[in-house]
């Protein structure tokens, strides 16, 4: 199914998003609402908004007042009340857990995003952004930039940054605005199959698939950024786990989940040796870190440092940097040890 580029129109644009739903069967059970509102002149006025379709019911979190920013969930089910509650709620005649949500909604564009580093859900999204009639009016307001503190809340850097995480999980926002100020985003994950685990490690990539469709239909795809040029393998997928030869000199590394129709489904981007996707990224953040040290000289000592030009290229860490490091960091081979798996 084919949506125009913009929706002008609540109830089309409704009416389109159920016969997609229905039309790809997306299988979910309902949607979640969540809702920011911030305090402009004594009133609570819409801050920004999603809508989340899961497969799942998902708890609600009770209504949270920080004072000048308040938010708000509700769970709908099954998906043919959600739909009949959208076009109220994106004209402006719908409450969400008490609170009046009086906003109007003009155009709706849409887009989807495959890049785990962005997704919100881990699975492809196709996202539709409802635009506020306060932005179209030029009514824009700033969210404040203080700390979002409350006795017995999650403390927050600032409304941005709590707006981020309580909508869409994002905890390490540090822009001074949220993601999408004065938007509703209806949310669509599309489940048919998503890179779960992207490892890199010196001379070998190992990937992990998830999958509802059967393993023939997908292919996975790398593309190996050299020195000198670019390198692409087509590897079919006998086993949901994957692991490929690295040449030593990559630079950086593509990784794409294809389906057979064509589409991109997942794609991750792995930028250096001991970068990941998936449950082992903070794992391998460390080791980045240990790179970065022994490659900039930091943990040689004054026996072992040479004289450096500002031509020289930093030297790669070798075998011998690291056992040296792991020597001098109290605790770091336990780290290693209990976090690591064999290298090849």
């Not at 609402?33 to 379709?53: D, K």
Request: aromatic share 10%; hydrophobic share 35%.
């Amino acid at each position: 199914m084919k949506f125009p580029y913009s929706f002008s129109d609540v109830r089309g644009f409704t009416n389109d998003l159920y016969k997609f739903i229905s039309a790809s069967r997306f299988d979910y059970s309902g949607g979640l609402f969540r809702v920011a509102m911030t305090l402009q002149n004594g009133v609570m006025r819409f801050a920004e908004g999603c809508l989340l379709f899961q497969q799942k019911k998902i708890a609600c979190v009770p209504r949270t007042d920080y004072g000048e920013v308040l938010f708000l969930e509700k769970w709908i089910e099954p998906v043919s009340k959600v739909i009949d509650f959208m076009p109220p709620f994106l004209s402006g005649k719908r409450t969400v857990a008490g609170q009046k949500i009086t906003t109007q909604f003009t155009t709706t564009n849409w887009n989807h995003q495959d890049a785990v580093e962005f997704v919100m859900t881990g699975w492809r999204e196709w996202r539709f952004l409802s635009r506020a009639d306060f932005l179209d009016r030029n009514e824009n307001f700033q969210l404040t930039q203080a700390p979002l503190t409350r006795k017995g809340l999650t403390p927050y850097l600032s409304a941005g940054h709590a707006i981020a995480n309580r909508l869409y999980g994002n905890n390490k926002w540090g822009s001074i605005s949220s993601p999408y100020l004065g938007q509703f985003m209806t949310i669509l994950p599309e489940t048919r199959a998503r890179l779960l685990v992207g490892e890199w490690r010196p001379g070998n990539l190992h990937i992990e698939v998830e999958a509802n469709v059967p393993l023939t239909a997908l292919e996975l795809q790398v593309l190996i950024d050299l020195p000198t040029r670019r390198e692409s393998r087509l590897v079919s997928l006998q086993d949901r786990t994957v692991e490929e030869t690295i040449p030593l000199d990559a630079e950086g590394i593509n990784v794409f989940l294809v389906d057979e129709s064509g589409e991109c489904l997942s794609r991750g981007h792995l930028s250096t040796v001991f970068s990941a996707f998936g449950p082992q990224k903070p794992t391998q953040e460390i080791y980045q870190r240990i790179l970065a040290e022994v490659s900039n000289g930091e943990n040689d000592g004054p026996s072992c440092q040479r004289q450096r030009t500002g031509q020289e290229r930093p030297r790669p860490p070798s075998a011998l940097d690291l056992t040296i490091l792991c020597c001098n960091v109290p605790g770091l081979n336990d780290l290693l040890a209990t976090t690591t798996p064999a290298w090849p």
